[in-house]
């Protein structure tokens, strides 16, 4: 199926289309892009520079995807942009190039960023991720698979958000949130497990279980971060999918772990 593009719209010639592609009103698509198959720019919409948007993604009137980097390392080159299948990116959302020569800000698939959001530079987002109103990312943030952050909720460089993990509205995380947990206030503390969030996604009574036991461990039980790393070293369910998700994520974490909140 041809694309199917607005008398006016503007296409530079290095752009390359897929099958079945929608460009609205005047928007803009310029640089090297590579739309794919199915995927609909609506009007006065921008997919620009050295970006890749895969399948039956949506890009809304006012979103920029592919700028400039922000950052003032910036020294040229032709960094870009990665994104996945089935993306949606709402009115005003902006999605900026890495900053390094060869380097890509990196978005799964199936995600839901919602109008006002940003993605700086160098963020690695996975897949299912679902960012609220006015929700920012500051450079080389990593969310994993299954995140919400809350509206007008800030995330500081290089921080890390764990898998199933919420951030929520207003909040401002300045370390890493492990995942399962729910954290919130500026600076953001851990406040409880995610528990709504994990039976959305298929988690049953006994993974339940064990992420209430990570949440007691690491927030509940007075210890310091070393004696509960210990514990969950040590512990009968250590093995775990859950066990091992955590331990792993707080071994590489080089910002900290987000504290407690009462």
């Given at each position: 199926m041809a694309a199917k593009i607005h008398s006016t719209a503007i296409i530079e010639p290095g752009v390359q289309l897929g099958d079945g592609v929608e460009v609205g009103a005047y928007a803009?698509?310029?640089?090297?892009?590579?739309?794919?198959?199915?995927?609909?720019?609506?009007?006065h919409a921008t997919v620009e520079g050295n970006t890749a948007l895969g399948r039956e993604c949506q890009v809304f009137p006012y979103a920029c995807i592919g700028g400039k980097t922000q950052d003032l390392k910036y020294k040229g080159?032709?960094?870009?942009v990665r994104i996945g299948d089935r993306n949606v990116f709402r009115e005003y959302v902006s999605v900026h190039?890495?900053?390094?020569?060869?380097?890509?800000?990196?978005?799964?698939?199936?995600?839901?960023?919602?109008?006002?959001?940003?993605?700086?530079?160098?963020?690695?987002?996975?897949?299912?991720?679902?960012?609220?109103?006015?929700?920012?990312?500051?450079?080389?943030?990593?969310?994993?698979?299954?995140?919400?952050?809350?509206?007008?909720?800030?995330?500081?460089?290089?921080c890390?958000?764990?898998?199933?993990a919420m951030l929520s509205a207003c909040s401002k995380l300045v370390q890493d949130l492990p995942p399962y947990f729910i954290a919130d206030g500026s600076p953001a503390t851990v406040r409880a497990y995610n528990k709504v969030g994990l039976e959305r996604?298929?988690?049953?009574?006994?993974?339940?279980?064990?992420?209430?036991?990570?949440?007691?461990?690491?927030?509940?039980?007075?210890?310091?971060?070393?004696?509960?790393m210990e514990r969950l070293h040590a512990h009968p369910q250590a093995?775990?999918?859950?066990?091992?998700?955590?331990?792993?994520?707080?071994?590489?974490?080089?910002?900290?772990?987000?504290?407690?909140?009462?």
């Open positions: 803009y698509v310029g640089g090297t892009a590579v739309i794919g198959a199915g995927t609909r720019i609506h009007h080159g032709h960094p870009g190039e890495a900053t390094d020569d060869g380097k890509f800000t990196v978005i799964g698939s199936d995600n839901l960023i919602l109008a006002y959001s940003h993605v700086a530079h160098d963020c690695v987002l996975g897949n299912r991720i679902i960012m609220s109103n006015y929700a920012g990312l500051a450079g080389h943030v990593v969310v994993e698979d299954c995140v919400v952050v809350g509206a007008f909720g800030g995330v500081h460089q290089f890390r958000l764990g898998a199933h996604h298929g988690y049953g009574a006994e993974e339940l279980d064990r992420v209430r036991q990570l949440y007691r461990l690491l927030y509940r039980d007075g210890l310091n971060r070393s004696q509960a093995g775990s999918a859950e066990f091992q998700r955590m331990i792993a994520f707080a071994q590489a974490s080089e910002r900290g772990l987000a504290p407690g909140g009462s």
